[in-house]
């Protein structure tokens, strides 16, 4: 089950659909801290798996950004940008790696609980 919902936020994250992707991580977490208060979780791997989960919420973004072609117009009516020139492309691909991650610790768990 765990391994199916991180699926989910994966393919959520993969579609740039950062609202969905983060309701999911959510739900992941909650479903996540059932399992290791229901003991299915083998306590070697507790810390580590809702680590994984706690950092995946935190870096996916609130919100899925407008559209490209949505923003070149936006930018035309503002002009320059107060940012930095950094934007939050760093967090998105940490957010990707940190799934993959909790991914393979969900299945880890499933199968070392189940076996």
Do not use: C, F, H, W
């Amino acid at each position: 089950m765990l391994v199916a919902q991180t699926q989910e936020v994966e393919d959520a994250l993969a579609a740039k659909d950062y609202g969905t992707a983060r309701g999911q991580a959510l739900d992941l977490q909650e479903r996540v801290t059932a399992a290791i208060d229901a003991g299915r979780v083998p306590s070697s791997l507790q810390d580590e798996l809702l680590a994984a989960v706690k950092d995946l919420v935190r870096l996916i973004p609130e919100e899925t950004p407008e559209p490209e072609e949505d923003k070149e117009e936006d930018e035309d009516d503002k002009g320059k940008g107060k940012g930095n020139g950094k934007g939050k492309t760093g967090d998105k691909e940490s957010a990707t790696a940190t799934v993959e991650d909790a991914t393979t610790l969900a299945a880890t768990s499933t199968t070392t609980a189940s076996g």
